[in-house]
């Protein structure tokens, strides 16, 4: 679903007039910001600068439904990223430690605004199976955190990130079919999600399980939409400020992330200029 869509369903199940869109390329503009109720920040680069100016009233969100669906919190407590976990997770966990991880993310327009945005999602996605930047250095003490670009191109970005136990690859790449795909491995299985930015639409065969044996595992999600569920929650944060400041502090660790991932990034690429 593209944003232009997004903006469209939600707009018939909320009041729009409640709701302000921030696109890429918008400029901050601080009496627009001031006039919302509701901010929706989409692939915003600045987005923690939404976050410092949000009075405890204000609703500041990343536009990022998915994580609203029962899928998101199933596949985080599937995919256990460090030895910081408790034996009851390893048990229920159809993969075990993670010891790889693939996400690529992909679309047609090839603008800079859509990397950004595509950029935005990737860094979201490593926040909500990583946690925080700071909790990741501190069971990974021996390694550096700092990505490596593999591929650096206008419309291609490849990251890999290489901790004691796992590596980790991230692919965003514009100009071609949408795509948000995403792989686990473990010592005790696999999964795949092929389109995990619309669980609502990742019905067999577009989801799998597998264990150590190859084996196929059954599973069950729930079909509602992602979308209705992250109006719900729209209309939740109006009086939940638990809610408002859980969103502020998945901008935070986002935002951290993306800046991890556009550093290196920029540095790969001038360490390739001045060789």
């Not at 679903?1 to 469209?8: F, G, I, K």
């Not at 901790?163 to 790449?173: D, G, H, K, R, S």
């Not at 998945?250 to 290196?264: A, C, F, G």
Request: hydrophobic fraction near 40%; charged fraction near 20%.
């Amino acid at each position: 679903m593209t944003c232009r869509q997004l903006q469209s369903v939600l707009n018939q199940l909320l009041d729009p007039r409640e709701m302000t869109w921030w696109g890429p390329e918008d400029l901050w503009d601080e009496a627009r910001f001031e006039v919302g109720q509701t901010h929706l920040l989409d692939g915003r680069k600045d987005a923690a600068r939404f976050v410092e100016h949000a009075s405890a009233h204000q609703t500041v969100v990343d536009v990022t439904p998915w994580l609203s669906h029962p899928l998101a919190k199933q596949l985080s407590n599937w995919i256990t990223p460090t030895e910081n976990h408790q034996p009851s997770v390893e048990l229920s966990s159809p993969l075990g430690l993670l010891r790889r991880m693939s996400v690529a993310l992909s679309g047609p327009e090839t603008a800079p605004g859509p990397l950004d945005r595509l950029k935005w999602q990737g860094a979201t996605t490593l926040a909500h199976f990583w946690g925080p930047l700071e909790k990741v250095a501190a069971v990974n003490i021996q390694t550096a955190i700092a990505p490596e670009v593999l591929a650096s191109k206008p419309q291609l970005i490849v990251w890999t990130i290489s901790t004691l136990q796992q590596v980790i690859t991230l692919e965003v790449a514009t100009g071609l079919p949408p795509r948000a795909w995403c792989e686990a491995v473990g010592p005790m299985g696999s999964l795949v999600v092929d389109g995990f930015l619309d669980p609502s639409l990742a019905a067999k065969p577009r989801f799998w399980v597998h264990d150590a044996r190859g084996i196929p595992r059954a599973e069950e999600f729930s079909p509602v939409s992602e979308v209705e569920l992250f109006a719900q929650d729209l209309r939740l944060a109006q009086h939940d400020s638990a809610l408002r400041e859980h969103w502020k502090t998945r901008i935070q660790r986002t935002s951290q992330w993306l800046e991890i991932l556009e550093k290196s990034a920029t540095e790969s690429t001038l360490g390739r200029f001045l060789r």
